[in-house]
C-alpha cells in the first residue's frame, strides 16, 4: 500500500537550515503529486509546499516563498524538502502527503487535495 515516511527534522537555530526527505513506496512516484504541510502546536495544520508530478512545477506557501525550496528524485522515490533561514516560527510537525495526478496553484494548499499522508517529523527552531 501507498506509504509515506519523512525524516531529517530536528533542533536547529534560527537562521539555520534543515533538509526533510519524505521517502515513498507502494506507488509510482512519477504519476504523483506531493505537498508538504506543517503543523505547530495548538494550530491547524497548514500548506506549505507541493511539487506536481508531471510538468514539475513548484508551489509555495508565501511564508515560506524564498527560504524553501521543494525537489524529487523519482528514481529514487524521494522528495525533499530545503529549508533555509529558518524561524522559531517555523516550528511544528512536517508532514509529505500524496495524490495521483497533478496539483494546481489554486488547491496546492488544501488537506483534501490530498489522499495519502506520513507520520512526520519535528522541525524545532530555536536558541
Known amino acids: 500500500q501507498e506509504q509515506l515516511v519523512e525524516s531529517g527534522g530536528g533542533l536547529v537555530q534560527p537562521g539555520g537550515s534543515l533538509r526533510l526527505s519524505c521517502a515513498t513506496s507502494g506507488f509510482t512516484l512519477d504519476y504523483y503529486s506531493i505537498g508538504w504541510f506543517r503543523q505547530a502546536p495548538g494550530k491547524e495544520r497548514e500548506g506549505v509546499s507541493c511539487i506536481s508530478n508531471s510538468d514539475g512545477n513548484t508551489y509555495y506557501a508565501d511564508s515560506v516563498k524564498g527560504r524553501f525550496t521543494i525537489s524529487r528524485d523519482n528514481a529514487e522515490n524521494l522528495v525533499y524538502l530545503q529549508m533555509n533561514s529558518l524561524k522559531p516560527e517555523d516550528t511544528a510537525v512536517y508532514y509529505c502527503?500524496?495524490?495521483?495526478?497533478?496539483?494546481?496553484?489554486?488547491?496546492?494548499?488544501?488537506?483534501?487535495?490530498?489522499?495519502?499522508w506520513g507520520q512526520g517529523t519535528q522541525v524545532t527552531v530555536s536558541s
Open positions: 502527503a500524496a495524490v495521483r495526478g497533478t496539483v494546481v496553484a489554486s488547491t496546492f494548499l488544501w488537506r483534501r487535495t490530498y489522499d495519502y
